[in-house]
């Protein structure tokens, strides 16, 4: 009796997860990911993903229980093991991941978005934090060392010809950077002109290329000073490079995004909550993350007074429900998602959550 309780023991450890859990009972992987995914006061579960996976499960009547991740890597390792039978948190639909899993038809396209509250900084605060800025001194440098370069190539022709007014040694290194910086501002003091046929030819070089430099250089200069004054002007990824303060969610697809384009990231924050905290409270100037769920938190948590979301998105992205790999559950849901997305109800759960469809 004993060999046969022994027998039966070892085919019971031998067998699959899915088996003792009961083949009927899908197990469903999501994360705490709002509007998507929520939690309310009772324990339940809300969202759109929620609702859309609820809404297929009562159609094709179907068993499930919710498993609770704390991130999407914990989730896409528990497919990956098949842990767990598929995952109703929207993740971004990438070649690596359709090569790893099954991919449902996209129910929702997001992008990323980006969150400032530079808008609250006066012009002076502006002013006075771009002057003292890494971009801001690099340009005043370069413009010194091209006043120094056509002084110091002046004051080699000049030294011998013209000793008076461009005297030898380091000081003389002086008179040239002099008359550089006066010719190239058209102040023209006349108290140092070239004498010699080689260091008027130099003049007149660095006189028309002074003409262009100098249109170029203010405009660069006052664009540097003010036109990031309200940090509204972020329309392209050069715009993100030249932020000093910038943000993002760790191992989100706004993280991905930034590390790709080799954008530098100063604070990453664990979660999407925590970087909007991070914002309000200065510690970043720009916040880099899913537009919607920016927009969702931006609105639900009453911080439009303090936080703008600005008019432009990068990375247009589709997101899905996940599977393993040759899984026959998928064709069942990918025509329900359809379904349900295209019916007017959708469009007023949208709604419900201040959201449209892109």
């Known amino acids: 009796m004993r060999r046969i309780k022994h027998i039966i023991w070892l085919i019971l450890l031998s067998l699959p997860l899915g088996s003792l859990r009961g083949s009927d009972t899908l197990l469903v992987g999501i994360i705490i990911h709002p509007p998507f995914v929520m939690e309310d006061a009772t324990g339940n579960y809300e969202g759109i993903s929620i609702y859309l996976w609820e809404e297929i499960a009562r159609r094709k009547d179907l068993e499930y229980r919710y498993v609770l991740f704390s991130d999407k890597l914990g989730i896409l390792r528990a497919l990956d ?36 509250t530079s808008k609250d900084k006066s012009q002076l605060q502006v002013f006075i934090s771009n002057f003292f800025s890494y971009d801001f001194l690099r340009l005043i440098l370069l413009l010194v060392m091209i006043i120094f370069f056509f002084g110091f190539i002046l004051w080699l022709f000049e030294r011998r010809h013209n000793r008076r007014q461009f005297r030898p040694g380091l000081i003389g290194l002086f008179d040239g950077l002099w008359w550089s910086a006066v010719t190239m501002t058209t102040v023209g003091y006349g108290d140092k002109a070239p004498k010699s046929k080689a260091g008027r030819v130099i003049a007149m070089v660095w006189m028309f290329t002074a003409i262009v430099l100098i249109s170029g250089f203010t405009a660069t200069i006052a664009s540097t000073l003010t036109v990031r ?130």
């Open 81 to 116: 093991y098949r842990e767990i039978d598929l995952s109703i948190d929207p993740m971004d639909v990438n070649p690596a991941r359709l090569k790893l899993f099954d991919v449902s038809q996209p129910y929702f396209i997001s992008s990323i978005g980006v969150a400032t």
């Open 229 to 358: 004054a309200l940090g509204s002007n972020i329309q392209s990824l050069k715009d993100l490079k030249m932020e000093s303060s910038l943000g993002t969610v760790y191992a989100s697809s706004a993280y991905t995004f930034l590390n790709k384009h080799e954008i530098e990231i100063h604070n990453l924050y664990d979660s999407p909550e925590e970087a909007l905290a991070g914002l309000s409270k200065k510690e970043t100037d720009v916040l880099v993350y899913d537009r919607t769920v920016l927009d969702y938190l931006i609105h639900t948590n009453q911080l439009r007074e303090s936080i703008q979301l600005l008019p432009v998105d990068f990375n247009q992205h589709y997101q899905s429900i996940f599977m393993p790999k040759e899984n026959d559950l998928m064709e069942r849901i990918d025509p329900e998602i359809i379904s349900i997305i295209t019916d007017i109800t959708w469009e007023a759960v949208l709604k419900e959550y201040n959201l449209m469809m892109e």
